[in-house]
């Protein structure tokens, strides 16, 4: 790309603490604009508003690493096939996103700066538009899946497993947006919890969230028999295939799924490495997948599952945070690091690990999915 990474990020910063006014303004703009394109999104744009500022701010701070942004934004650019987004939608986009950037950081707005807005989007638009045109002629914008199996495990977490009617490919520690004919256009991100099958199947684990409407409705009023709709797989938390080192993974809650997926697939993949799980939750009865890690334990020698409960002070077995309770062990500096969970959880994992020597570029983290 031949762009100026650090002006784009010196006026981003300036509107980074404006957030919210500032997607406000983008989303405002560009419907005012393009009345069109308001049906393309769902009625509630909170959550729109948010993904929109996450994927920008990601965008503007991989500026410098070129082959990881190129991964994301081809990333990006195939999943927009599933709201039918076309080349031409991205003008306006950008549009927008100028007037947006040019008003919320106009004390330090000129010329050169707006080249360098121009020239990144541009080159990320560019990208996003040929991973979707090359895309188009070997995959679908969505898949079709069926519930097969609908298992309440906790009064508000239920385990899925879903039949695409078409082969989804997906790398471990990967999710897919799905949505449901009840919230049509409203699509959430969940984790799929296993390693890819030869029955095409995969699982999704979804604790059910006080007004989330997509989680509410997989939970609580999904059936066998119904029909969802998923995006393609995203995400980078993949195992490191040729890796010799031993394994941390810390999941919180449900973040365990996309952490299960790649402990399957490493056992499926013949290495040994010696695997720590540490699986936390506020109770003993939230542990809602612990039976099924203690087979895969059984199974797997090389494999030590520590579940740990925090807010339950009669559990007898580990209690405590899950960063805190990282640090009670030797030290992991040696070991290819796996993390996630509620964002607070997993950013005081991450600092803890570092302050104990693992590098961050042995750190793979991902933020919880759903509607957290």
Excluded at 65 to 91: C, M, N, W
Excluded at 113 to 126: F, K, P
Excluded at 152 to 158: G, L, P, T
Aim: hydrophobic share 40%; aromatic share 8%.
């Amino acid at each position: 790309m031949s762009l100026n990474p650090r002006l784009v990020k010196e006026s981003f910063s300036v509107v980074e603490p404006m957030a919210d006014k500032a997607t406000a303004y983008f989303y405002g703009r560009l419907f005012a604009e393009n009345p069109q394109l308001r049906g393309m999104f769902p009625p509630a744009m909170d959550v729109q508003r948010d993904r929109l500022f996450g994927a920008l701010t990601r965008i503007v701070w991989s500026l410098d690493s070129p082959d990881s942004l190129a991964a994301f934004l081809g990333q990006l650019g195939r999943d927009h096939r599933k709201y039918g987004v076309i080349a031409e939608h991205y003008t306006a986009v950008g549009n927008a996103l100028l007037a947006t950037i040019r008003r919320f950081a106009a004390d330090v707005w000129n010329h050169e700066i707006e080249a360098a807005w121009v020239s990144a989007y541009t080159a990320a638009a560019n990208l996003m538009i040929e991973s979707a045109e090359s895309d188009s002629g070997v995959s679908p914008a969505w898949w079709l899946a069926e519930v097969i199996d609908h298992e309440m495990r906790h009064r508000d977490i239920a385990v899925l497993t879903l039949r695409p009617t078409q082969r989804l490919p997906f790398t471990p520690g990967q999710y897919v947006n799905v949505q449901t004919a009840r919230w049509p256009r409203v699509w959430r991100t969940f984790s799929i919890a296993n390693a890819p099958r030869p029955d095409n199947t995969i699982r999704l684990h979804v604790r059910s969230v006080p007004g989330g409407w997509v989680s509410t409705t997989l939970a609580g009023h999904t059936r066998v028999g119904d029909t969802l709709m998923l995006g393609p797989p995203m995400g980078t938390m993949a195992p490191r295939e040729h890796s010799v080192r031993d394994m941390l993974c810390v999941a919180g809650g449900t973040g365990l799924a996309p952490l299960k997926a790649i402990i399957e697939s490493v056992i499926a993949s013949g290495r040994r490495p010696n695997i720590h799980l540490l699986y936390g939750a506020r109770t003993a009865a939230e542990l809602y997948d612990l039976p099924d890690l203690i087979r895969m334990e059984a199974s797997f020698p090389w494999l030590r599952v520590l579940p740990v409960v925090s807010d339950q002070p009669s559990y007898d077995g580990m209690r405590g945070s899950l960063p805190e309770v990282t640090r009670r062990f030797h030290s992991w500096a040696e070991h290819d690091v796996y993390v996630c969970g509620p964002s607070s959880m997993v950013n005081e994992t991450v600092r803890n690990l570092q302050i104990d020597g693992v590098p961050l570029a042995r750190i793979h983290r991902d933020i919880i999915h759903g509607e957290h």
